[in-house]
């Protein structure tokens, strides 16, 4: 959109500077993953990216609202890789966005809670939002969605449970993030259909929910996730396979 810049810098700017194909920069949009699926369906490149300085309906899993103010990294990705496994793919942005954390911070402090939440000291920073479209059993695109708390006032209600970045990192830019991010969220597309094992080891190393005791979406203890994305959570005698839900800790 003419005129939009982020950090005072414009669409265009910014797909030059990434290699991507297209970046569409708008001021307040509802949801930059729908619109990335809008572009999807307009039969937009692999590499797209879509940023919002706001949202008004921004959404998470399972139909929950994000609150997007202005400050905040509001981005959707668009891929059209040959296989789209949803959860592997979820998995890997969250492990690129931690390794930019860490890198700005200079230390490891970006923990990654299964399926898709990013979080530092304890505290929600991000989550990822994979969602794609199908031809039968042809995948035409995957949308990837990413909500990063950066320099956004976080509301009162829920400082106990979230945290922007520049708590941590003061000074911190929504385009410090987005140089580290975007360029190694395109090649994503081309990865395999599994966790390799250098992904597997590196989210266990982030892994926020190993061995913590859970009540949902199976009752139990968090034992780390397997190559398909899967999260193994050991019970009473057996060890369930959760591949999708909603986790609460007991």
């Given at each position: 959109?003419?005129?939009?810049?982020?950090?005072?810098?414009?669409?265009?700017?910014?797909?030059?500077?990434?290699?991507?194909?297209?970046?569409?920069?708008?001021?307040?949009?509802?949801?930059?993953?729908?619109?990335?699926?809008?572009?999807?369906?307009?039969?937009?490149?692999?590499?797209?990216?879509?940023?919002?300085?706001?949202?008004?309906?921004?959404?998470?899993?399972?139909?929950?609202?994000?609150?997007?103010?202005?400050?905040?990294?509001?981005?959707?990705?668009?891929?059209?890789?040959?296989?789209?496994?949803l959860?592997?793919?979820?998995?890997?942005?969250?492990?690129?966005?931690?390794?930019?954390?860490?890198?700005?911070?200079?230390?490891?402090?970006?923990?990654?809670?299964?399926p898709?939440?990013?979080?530092v000291?304890?505290?929600?920073?991000?989550?990822?939002?994979?969602?794609?479209?199908?031809?039968?059993?042809?995948?035409?695109?995957?949308?990837?969605?990413l909500?990063?708390?950066?320099?956004?006032?976080?509301?009162?209600?829920?400082?106990?449970?979230?945290?922007?970045?520049?708590?941590?990192?003061?000074?911190?830019?929504?385009?410090?993030?987005?140089?580290?991010?975007?360029?190694?969220?395109?090649?994503?597309g081309?990865?395999?259909?599994?966790?390799?094992?250098?992904?597997?080891?590196a989210?266990?190393?982030?892994?926020?929910?190993?061995?913590?005791?859970l009540?949902?979406?199976?009752a139990?203890?968090?034992?780390g996730?397997?190559?398909?994305?899967?999260?193994?959570?050991?019970?009473?005698?057996?060890?369930?396979?959760?591949?999708?839900?909603?986790?609460?800790?007991?």
């Amino acid at each position: 959109m003419a005129g939009v810049t982020l950090d005072g810098i414009p669409a265009a700017a910014l797909a030059r500077r990434w290699a991507i194909p297209r970046c569409e920069l708008v001021a307040s949009l509802g949801s930059a993953l729908d619109r990335a699926h809008a572009l999807g369906a307009e039969g937009a490149p692999a590499g797209t990216v879509v940023l919002a300085l706001e949202q008004t309906a921004g959404r998470g899993r399972d139909g929950r609202t994000w609150h997007s103010p202005p400050g905040g990294l509001w981005l959707a990705l668009l891929l059209r890789p040959r296989a789209a496994p949803l959860g592997i793919m979820s998995i890997r942005a969250g492990l690129v966005l931690a390794d930019v954390v860490d890198e700005l911070a200079g230390r490891p402090i970006a923990r990654l809670k299964w399926p898709n939440d990013v979080l530092v000291d304890d505290r929600k920073l991000a989550g990822v939002l994979c969602e794609g479209r199908w031809q039968g059993e042809t995948p035409q695109w995957l949308a990837v969605g990413l909500g990063v708390n950066v320099a956004n006032e976080i509301p009162a209600a829920v400082r106990d449970f979230a945290i922007a970045l520049a708590e941590v990192i003061p000074g911190v830019r929504r385009i410090d993030v987005l140089d580290r991010l975007v360029p190694p969220l395109t090649r994503l597309g081309a990865a395999t259909e599994q966790l390799t094992d250098q992904e597997c080891r590196a989210f266990a190393a982030r892994d926020w929910l190993r061995d913590r005791a859970l009540r949902s979406p199976v009752a139990g203890h968090a034992r780390g996730v397997r190559p398909d994305g899967a999260l193994l959570v050991e019970g009473e005698g057996d060890v369930a396979v959760v591949r999708e839900g909603h986790v609460e800790t007991a």
